[in-house]
Structures are given as structure tokens and as C-alpha cells.
């Protein structure tokens, strides 16, 4: 399996409070992705990063941001936590190469009060 | 991204082949086909991937027809631990994001 670590694993907050979930390679990918994921939905992208410093928003990046100041950490916060952010998270790694594959971490459930 | 349609569910027998169809009819010349699982709410699992040949792994072979508007995941000797959901996927070569729909519930019986 890819290293890939998310932490927190399971995370109960109330609404109105932020809060940071921290994805962890040990592979050296360029990319890195945040993915929720909520039933009926399947998985949608939340944010993407294509270098250190270098993001981009995905299908559902709105009342979430990220960073990434090194290759290895790429951060997902949410400013204020809403109910509706309750879901599971999912962090992805990949290498950019032609016909790549993504893989993925172990997922962070996140409720929000 | 190309859309693909699957079954809701489908079950196996354990020790058969699990053949798992996708419909893909209106990719693109540069679009590969993924399939990924995804077992209890754990990570989604990368099973194979391919552009217009059939492929096989350790896990399973990938058929992709002529036409690249269907596939097909065989998956050799189906055992209970391959109970999952299954995701076809295609995506255009170094595209961004996955799509992954809801997939395929297989389940294996005993």
C-alpha cells in the first residue's frame, strides 16, 4: 500500500468551530487530492495540489481551503464547520505520469455537531 | 470525464469469476478505464487500468472491447474478502479528478 496517513482518523466537532485534517505522504508524489465522500454522492473532489504551494479547487471546494508548504503535507481546513461538512474525507496521492494512478489514504470521518 | 453506467449489484459465488460490466460509450480516444474498490468505508483500492487493451494483474484482467464503449473486471476466483464496491472510472490521461459514481455493490456468497 501507497503511504498514505490522514489524522485525525475520527473527529467530532461543533458547528462554527474550524477544523484541520492533515493528509501525510511518504512517496514523494507531485499531486495530492481531497476527496469527501457522502452516501448517494460516491466521491467528489474538494481541493487539489500540483506542487508545493500550487492548489486548485475541485467539484465541491466551497466553505473549504488547503494548503501545502511541503511535498509531503497537504492540509484541508474548514474556516466554520457546518453540518453539512459532516462526511468521510479521503486523501490521494499521485505521481503525474502518464496513465497514473491515484492512490489513496484511510479516510477521516468528520461530524459535525 | 466520460460518464460510465454499471449495475447497482450484482453477487458471486465464491470460487467463480466475477465479471463486473461498465458502460462507457461516449469516451474519448484519450480517456483511460480505472477500476477501483472500495471495502467498508476504508480507502478506495486500485485494481487495474487501461487505454484499449486488455490488461491483467495479480488482482484481476481488465476486457475492453473493440470499440472502447465497454469493459469488463474479471475477477478470476472470487473469495469472500472481494465483497465490495466496485467503481469503473474513465478519466483523460494525467486528468485531475476521478470519478467514481456509486458503483457496483458485488457481493461473494459462500
Redesign the interface.
Known amino acids: 500500500d501507497a503511504g498514505i496517513t490522514q489524522s485525525p482518523r475520527h473527529k467530532v466537532t461543533e458547528t462554527g468551530t474550524p477544523v484541520t485534517l492533515r493528509c501525510h505522504q511518504t512517496e514523494n508524489h507531485r499531486y495530492m487530492y481531497w476527496y469527501r465522500q457522502d452516501p448517494g454522492h460516491g466521491l467528489r473532489l474538494i481541493h487539489y495540489s500540483y506542487g508545493v504551494k500550487d492548489t486548485d479547487k475541485g467539484e465541491v471546494s466551497d466553505g473549504y481551503s488547503v494548503s501545502r508548504s511541503k511535498t509531503e503535507d497537504f492540509l484541508l481546513t474548514l474556516e466554520s464547520a457546518t453540518s453539512s461538512q459532516t462526511s468521510v474525507y479521503f486523501c490521494a496521492i499521485s505521481s503525474g505520469g502518464a496513465g497514473d494512478t491515484q492512490y489513496f489514504g484511510p479516510g477521516t470521518r468528520l461530524t459535525v455537531l | 470525464d466520460a460518464k460510465t453506467t454499471q449495475p447497482t449489484s450484482m453477487d458471486c459465488a465464491e470460487g467463480r469469476a466475477a465479471n463486473l460490466p461498465c458502460n462507457h460509450s461516449t469516451i474519448s480516444g484519450n480517456e483511460?478505464v480505472?477500476w477501483y474498490r472500495q471495502i467498508h468505508?476504508?480507502?478506495?483500492?486500485?485494481i487495474i487500468?487501461g487505454?484499449k487493451n486488455n490488461e491483467t494483474n495479480e488482482m484481476a484482467s481488465l476486457i475492453i472491447t473493440e470499440d472502447r464503449k465497454s469493459s469488463t473486471l474479471i475477477l478470476p476466483h472470487a473469495t469472500l474478502r472481494d465483497t465490495a464496491v466496485y467503481?469503473c472510472i474513465v478519466r483523460v490521461?494525467?486528468g485531475?479528478?476521478?470519478?467514481?459514481?456509486?458503483?457496483t455493490s458485488l457481493t461473494v456468497i459462500p
Request: hydrophobic letters at 15%.
Open positions: 483511460y480505472y468505508s476504508q480507502g478506495p483500492q486500485y487500468h487505454l467503481y490521461e494525467n485531475n479528478q476521478f470519478y467514481f459514481g456509486t458503483g
